[in-house]
């Protein structure tokens, strides 16, 4: 496999696409729990792309550009890891590292707390400026309503991914009693998270604004929030339920 720098940077959802298939192709044995949020990764990204083919979103070159500053997050990240050269930030370390032994589902809800709740804000940061972000409401409020219509794509995709996670999983059957509560309850904390993206995504803002240095210490609550997270995705019992009720964002407080 070649190393992190000698590989071609995505700058289109094709080449997004096209990247996390050469990683999938090349992954090393003995990464199988990471080939899990990568594939389920890589096809949600496809229906991204193919929402905005059919104009589904308000500004469609804007939400291409998002999501490639988005996907870039995690394939830094995975990157890292698999080379063994750069910073892995913890809750990606958190995902990559927990035990094999783990259903796949678990494996998949750790890289979308890791992507969602950490990268998502940055990647968001990324594609808006402090000057849009302060002076331009109504850009800021188209923005806003597309980072929402994700929520319809990735509704479009919960019973896909669930069959196949099905699929390479045993379940009980209390487990495949509840995958309608199920279903809906992933719909539900997707949802609830991504409102909670959007207020962490301004908190950054605002913490841009004031510095560097300043930045540099929000994020870092971030990244241990996130980090947190972990505690809620392992614990026993019916995971997609209990996010559902409990909730899978987290937030960051007012600063200091």
Do not use: C
């Not at 700058?11 to 080939?35: W, Y």
């Amino acid at each position: 496999m070649t190393s992190a720098s000698d590989r071609p940077q995505p700058h289109t959802i094709a080449s997004v696409l096209a990247a996390m298939q050469a990683r999938l192709d090349n992954m090393p044995p003995g990464r199988e729990t990471q080939r899990e949020f990568l594939g389920t990764y890589r096809r949600t990204t496809a229906a991204v792309g193919a929402a905005i083919d059919d104009d589904f979103f308000e500004d469609p070159a804007w939400v291409e550009a998002w999501d490639v500053a988005f996907a870039d997050l995690y394939l830094v990240a995975l990157d890292a890891d698999l080379d063994g050269v750069g910073q892995v930030p913890r809750p990606w370390r958190l995902a990559f590292d927990a035990p094999s032994s783990l259903p796949p589902l678990r494996h998949v809800l750790l890289g979308i707390n890791a992507h969602v709740n950490y990268d998502l804000p940055q990647a968001l940061l990324a594609v808006i400026s402090d000057e849009e972000l302060a002076d331009d409401p109504v850009l800021l409020d188209r923005r806003r309503r597309d980072h929402e219509r994700i929520d319809d794509v990735l509704a479009k995709r919960v019973a896909a991914e669930d069959d196949q996670l099905s699929a390479r999983s045993s379940r009980s059957l209390l487990d495949r009693a509840l995958r309608p509560l199920n279903r809906w309850g992933v719909q539900r904390f997707l949802r609830e998270a991504r409102q909670k993206v959007w207020h962490n995504t301004l908190e950054l803002h605002r913490a841009r604004v004031a510095g560097p240095d300043v930045y540099a210490v929000r994020l870092a609550e971030l990244e241990l929030l996130s980090a947190a997270r972990i505690g809620d995705l392992l614990a026993p019992g019916q995971v997609l339920l209990r996010l559902s009720v409990a909730g899978f964002g987290v937030v960051l407080p007012p600063p200091r």
